[in-house]
């Protein structure tokens, strides 16, 4: 196992110094409520193949979660001693592939050397068929050879790989020639851009919401305003008056009653806070719901985290964008999320983001 980080450790000295602005995703989040592009994950509910089995099902790999604290929602291999591969089929050939992520684990807690091991590089292909395989390059990570100070727990080492230009692909495949022995992944992420839409204004801007829990320890309480007065937070750790604050969560839901059922409903975006050194985690998974009554909601989509938090900052604001596949009408929308990690943990929120469109093509009388 020694030689085996060595190795890898020297690798990463090349490859750091000459991938710093291939960096910019996952690491930093825009962090800017103006840019309106995110990105979707077109892996989500994708069938996966690994080699070798590991500890436990492939579809854990494309199930959307990824929270660094679920042990149980990690596939392990242990003494790996060949290449290890995984290919996610997308179940159509599509042509707005443009980013490729591998959510490594990292975990140097164990006694006798690493439970899992760092992954530098992970060489990334597409085909159409699943056999003609075109190499598009290794996505790769910060290096995370050596644990540093932040680390309290397992954390993701993700490797990235992000086009300047989209490519064609059905099949996606994550190959690592070879690895050390002990891995773990919990996700695999196929992404496209995706862009609020330009004439689209959001309407959340002033509404009241609800919380539950009612969240809050005191250090910053709700103002009732916070979260919907169309700004972003300053940095984490010194703004009282932009975040509000949940501690101990298992889940979080924020309603937002926009007054009356809206139409057009296009775009959803959620912000919530990475501040590790004081135990702010960046919420896992979000969901967005939408009901017209406020009792039975319906959910649109998922969101995955897709941004590390290790970082303390650069990032404060990190973004969770949904956008459906047709507009919606609705008068309230719930932003759920799964909380932190765990009950020592916290979360932060500090704004809500409800976008409506132009109508188009319906006429105003279809409406009712
Ligand atoms: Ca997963
Ligand atoms: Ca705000």
């Not at 075109?134 to 050596?146: F, H, I, K, P, R």
Request: aromatic letters at 10%.
């Amino acid at each position: 196992m020694k030689f085996s980080i060595v190795a890898v450790s020297l690798c990463m000295v090349v490859c750091t110094a000459m991938a710093q602005d291939e960096f910019l995703f996952p690491y930093e989040s825009p962090d800017d409520i103006t840019v309106r592009t995110g990105w979707e994950d077109v892996a989500l509910g994708g069938y996966v193949e690994v080699w070798p089995v590991g500890s436990q099902s492939e579809d854990i790999l494309t199930d959307g979660l990824n929270r660094e604290n679920e042990g149980e929602r990690f596939i392990a291999w242990q003494g790996l001693a060949e290449p290890l591969e995984i290919v996610v089929d997308l179940g159509q050939t599509r042509d707005d592939l443009l980013s490729f992520r591998v959510f490594w684990a990292v975990d140097y807690t164990g006694q006798g050397g690493p439970v899992a091991d760092w992954i530098a590089e992970t060489q990334v292909s597409v085909s159409t068929n699943g056999t003609n395989y075109t190499v598009l390059g290794n996505a790769s990570s910060e290096d995370m050879s050596e644990p540093g100070a932040n680390d309290y727990t397992i954390r993701h080492s993700i490797n990235d790989l992000t086009l300047t230009q989209p490519v064609s692909g059905r099949y996606v495949r994550f190959y690592v020639e070879s690895p050390p022995g002990n891995v773990m992944c919990s996700e695999v992420a196929v992404l496209r851009e995706i862009a609020i839409p330009a004439d689209a204004t959001n309407i959340a801007v002033g509404k009241p919401y609800m919380t539950d829990p009612p969240g809050n320890d005191g250090s910053r309480p709700d103002d009732g305003i916070r979260l919907t007065d169309g700004q972003l937070a300053a940095d984490a750790s010194t703004d009282v008056t932009g975040w509000m604050n949940f501690t101990g969560l298992d889940a979080l839901n924020i309603t937002i009653d926009l007054g009356a059922v809206e139409h057009d409903l296009v775009a959803f975006r959620s912000w919530y806070a990475a501040w590790e050194m004081a135990f702010v985690f960046v919420v896992g998974t979000a969901y967005v719901e939408v009901s017209d009554n406020g009792t039975e909601f319906t959910r649109l989509g998922m969101v995955p985290k897709l941004y590390d938090h290790d970082d303390d900052p650069p990032f404060s604001n990190v973004p969770y964008l949904l956008i459906p596949e047709q507009p919606v009408s609705a008068r309230y929308v719930r932003f759920v999320t799964m909380g932190s990690d765990s009950n020592t943990f916290t979360t932060f929120a500090c704004e809500l983001e409800v976008y409506q469109g132009v109508p188009t093509g319906v006429s105003s009388w279809e409406l009712f």
